[in-house]
């Protein structure tokens, strides 16, 4: 009974939160959702936060850093955030992403990362066990650009182009390859988003869904086992607030490969964003769904809360049971504005439990 309560749970609370109507709800002064949606705030400024990391994740136990974030609150601007992070589990990466926001229709988005966090295996589809977990040690480098031309209000499309690459080694620097051939692939697609959240860092009200095909050619790949891979990826999440402290969330996400893409390409279920409780990666294939439920409130200005539950699959090579999870969690908003805000999430499933501390909602 169980594995079918939070899928119900999650499609009773979709269906009640599009179809609730609170009459005589009020909305603030300074909030309403014609105002840009990069922020709650009236005043165009430059806003600095500075932050020390202190995380914690079932595989990379403590991590340990700091991250700086530097915007625009107000259109049009800009986002940059970097971070440098090190794990007790012998990790460190260093990333950084950066948004241009214009009134022109062109803009775009740069995010790039080094890491040689270990990476968890614990076999391939959705019946894998806890006790099968394999530690690989990986050097990792990605580059992702992303360019978006507005032909409407809220819709916006444009190509992107990603490298990858991706090294396997064990701790004496000896090739050590476990899941697969070392790569760099460059790959490229298509972005196509209708977005009219409120605002991109707290967002209370709107939809935002999103739809991606990408392109994984044999012939820019050094991996010469791989084939050609075409995949189709969506995103659709809906925020609705009542009573102005109450946010209900949603989010449909799904992903389809024509082929097996080679391991860094899998898609993979458990982490701090999706199947919240399981270990990042616990689940992995070529074709997966998500369905995840939030209630949100905010108890003040600086803290607020969440109730989550998460359901999903992936297909090796077919579809199976589907996992569940549960769980609650606290934001703290970053000085000045509140908006950039400290995540910790602790997710229970069946067979373990998962506490997660990192930036950001999950979705």
């Known amino acids: ?41 009236k005043e165009k400024k430059d806003t600095r936060s500075i932050s020390p990391v202190i995380g914690f994740n079932p595989t990379d136990k403590l991590i340990l850093g700091g991250a700086y974030f530097f915007y625009t609150p107000k259109e049009p601007g800009y986002y ?71 032909t409407a209000p809220h819709f916006s499309y444009g190509p992107f182009f990603d490298l990858e690459s991706w090294e396997e080694k064990d701790f004496n620097g000896n ?17 196509t988003v209708f977005d009219n959240r409120d605002n991109i860092f707290s967002t209370h009200e709107g939809k935002y869904i999103k739809f991606s095909f990408k392109y994984i050619p044999q012939e820019l790949s050094s991996n010469t086992n791989l084939t050609d891979c075409l ?30 893409p080679s391991f860094p390409f899998m898609y993979k279920l458990g982490g701090s964003d999706k199947l919240r409780g399981y270990s990042f990666g616990r689940f992995i294939g070529p074709k997966y769904y998500a369905l995840q439920g939030e209630y949100r409130r905010m108890l003040d200005k600086v803290v607020s809360m969440a109730i989550f539950c998460d359901a999903g699959d992936v297909a090796y090579p077919e579809f199976g049971s589907i996992k569940s999870t549960y769980g609650f969690g606290l934001r703290f908003g970053l000085p000045p504005d509140s908006l950039m805000k400290v995540r910790v999430d602790f997710g229970i499933t ?10 950001g909602e999950a979705f």
């Open 231 to 260: 995949q189709s990826e969506m995103d659709i999440r809906y925020f609705k607030m009542i009573l102005f402290k109450n946010v209900f969330a949603f989010k449909l996400s799904g992903g389809y490969s024509n082929n097996d």
């Open 80 to 150: 940059l955030g970097t971070q440098f992070m090190g794990s007790t589990n012998k990790g460190l990466t260093l990333s950084l992403d950066y948004q241009k926001l214009s009134r022109t229709p062109l803009t775009y988005e740069i995010s790039t990362a080094v890491s040689n966090f270990p990476v968890f295996y614990y076999g391939m589809g959705n019946n894998t066990k806890l006790e099968d977990e394999k530690q690989i040690d990986v050097f990792r480098y990605f580059l992702e650009t992303r360019f978006y031309y507005k």
């Open 350 to 359: 069946e067979d373990q439990q998962g506490l997660f501390v990192t930036f």
């Open 1 to 41: 009974m169980k594995k079918y309560f939070i899928p119900l749970f999650i499609l009773f609370f979709s269906f009640f939160g599009i179809s609730v109507y609170a009459e005589g709800t009020e909305v603030s002064e300074n909030y309403s959702i014609e105002e840009s949606r990069y922020s709650l705030i």
């Open 175 to 191: 090739a050590h390859i476990n899941t697969s051939d070392d790569e760099t692939t460059i790959s490229f697609g298509l972005n």
